[in-house]
């Protein structure tokens, strides 16, 4: 484990690189108008190929690299906070086995919403892994070592403070692709996540749609209320994004109707890979669903997610990272990517401009 003053040196040292990186891919696309305002790459969970997902260092390393939007997956605590995790549990990114070991429920998993952010702060933040015979396994083995340094769980205004900061430290204009997390699990904790998420929208200033945010969520009914009564209620107007899972909306998505239906409540979809391409596809016979062209006839943009440069994550059809993002940019003309690797898909755009 870094010490204090190993660890303070340790993010001097990668945020001060992150930044002057981030500078020069600015420079290079600074041309009038950004490339991103055709291609975005959305930083998924940060740069989290490098660093722990949702850690602010991932954040600022996102930002450096040249990401156009930033995503903060978004849950809540016992009082009333919404900070940046992905899941509404701790069990994969955090030490609180260790620190809480009597604080599981019936299931075993340790909830956010059971402690208070005070609590919540005295938590190591690692790389994501699975448990198996006790051992701690990486998810994906080349990343981040495990229980490596101290990373922290953040609130959402944290990070809001920092991309808000760095834009205009910077002079740049990224944006924030926030997600609510199991709208539905929180109401029936006695929570409405989706008003506070939106209150605090508010107060730092993203309140219509020309503003540099998509507001996503995998529950079309909790969606389509976001749409129809709070943003009315809160004088508000953002992008929203209907996240899409093949198991849940992989049948529906393919009925007569069913884009148009999302036309009406949100701005965008976010589909899984599998649900633009066949996963039967192979290299020179690729197979599309048709959904990318149903949903710009809607007007919806569409970001699908999640692109890595990982063997394991390249389908059967693509030969390699680069081949896949040329698939779904150009060949069937998503509009951005989720991606774990900002960097690699900003060289990419800038090399397919020249």
Same mark, same amino acid.
């Given at each position: ?112 919403? $059971? ?6 702060? !005295?938590? =190591?933040?690692? *790389?994501?892994?699975?448990?198996? &015979? %006790? ?34 430290s910077m002079g ?75 198991? $849940? ?6 009925? !007569?109707? =069913?884009?148009? *239906?999302?036309a009406e409540y949100? &701005? %965008? ?86």
């Open positions: 484990m870094m010490n204090s003053y190993k660890l303070f040196r340790f993010f001097s040292r990668l945020i001060t690189i992150g930044l002057c990186s981030g500078f020069l891919a600015n420079s290079a696309l600074s041309h009038g108008a950004d490339l991103s305002d055709k291609k975005i790459v959305i930083a998924h969970r940060g740069a989290s190929g490098y660093l722990p997902e949702h850690t602010i260092a991932a954040k600022a390393m996102a930002y450096a690299m040249g990401a156009d939007y930033v995503e903060q997956d978004l849950v809540m605590t016992r009082d009333d906070r919404i900070i940046v995790l992905h899941d509404h549990h701790l069990d994969q990114v955090t030490n609180v086995r260790d620190v809480f070991p009597d604080r599981a429920r019936k299931d075993g998993k340790y909830y956010v919403i $059971d402690f208070t952010l005070a609590e919540l702060e !005295k938590l =190591s933040v690692i *790389e994501r892994f699975e448990v198996s &015979d %006790g051992q701690h396994t990486p998810v994906f083995k080349d990343r981040f070592p495990l229980e490596e340094s101290k990373f922290k769980i953040h609130t959402f205004e944290e990070e809001i403070e920092l991309v808000q900061g760095l834009n205009k740049r204009d990224i944006g924030i692709y926030p997600e609510i997390k199991s709208a539905d699990f929180h109401r029936q904790e006695g929570k409405d996540i989706s008003r506070a998420v939106l209150k605090i929208l508010k107060a730092y200033g993203y309140t219509k749609k020309t503003d540099k945010i998509y507001l996503q969520s995998f529950e079309p009914p909790e969606l389509k209320r976001i749409h129809d009564d709070l943003l009315p209620e809160m004088g508000m107007d953002i992008k929203l994004v209907q996240l899409l899972w093949p198991a $849940d909306d992989g049948e529906w998505i393919k009925k !007569k109707g =069913s884009i148009k *239906e999302i949100a &701005d %965008g979809i976010g589909p899984k890979m599998s649900m633009i391409i066949s996963e039967e596809s192979v290299v020179g016979n690729i197979q599309t669903t048709g959904l990318v062209s149903r949903a710009h006839a809607a007007g919806l943009v569409v970001h699908p997610y999640t692109f890595r440069v990982e063997n394991t994550e390249i389908p059967a059809y693509a030969e390699n990272y680069t081949d896949l993002l040329h698939i779904f940019l150009f060949q069937f003309g998503v509009d951005g990517v989720f991606t774990d690797f900002t960097d690699r898909t900003v060289d990419f755009l800038k090399s397919s401009s020249k």
